[in-house]
Nanobody, 127 residues
Framework: QVQLVESGGGLVQAGGSLTLSCAASGRTFSSAGMGWFRQPPGNEREFVAAINWSGGGTYYADSVKGRFTISRDNAKNTVYLQMNSLKPEDTAVYYC????????????????????WGQGTQVTVSS
């Protein structure tokens, strides 16, 4: 099992920034890819960004490319999502995800197939 704990959500004005953190524990060696998904009100969970625990490779949804940056600290088993130039349409519950597949696979696979999820953290962007 892998446990994921997110932090860093909150309320921010449009154009502002937030950084989300996801601390992983447990059998983290079983996860190749880590990522962030989000679920806007009334919508399905959607891919945001993903990164491999080792090696290269970061992937982003087109809607956040150039504004969001995913990074990792292997020593701390923590993944971050730096969100800049936030827009009201970024409002959602953000979920950290871990999977035995790579970040590249996480970009295109169904959210229903993800191995592990965090509890989610609310991000609200006001206009």
């Amino acid at each position: 099992q892998v446990q994921l704990v997110e932090s860093g959500g909150g309320l921010v004005q449009a154009g502002g920034s937030l950084t989300l953190s996801c601390a992983a524990s447990g059998r983290t060696f079983s996860s190749a890819g880590m990522g962030w998904f989000r679920q806007p009100p009334g919508n399905e969970r959607e891919f945001v960004a993903a990164i491999n625990w080792s090696g290269g490779g970061t992937y982003y949804a087109d809607s956040v490319k150039g504004r969001f940056t995913i990074s990792r600290d292997n020593a701390k088993n923590t993944v971050y999502l730096q969100m800049n130039s936030l827009k009201p349409e970024d409002t959602a519950v953000y979920y950290c995800a871990a999977d035995h597949r790579t970040a590249q696979a996480m970009r295109i696979m169904s959210a229903r197939a993800i191995d592990y999820w965090g509890q989610g953290t609310q991000v609200t962007v006001s206009s």
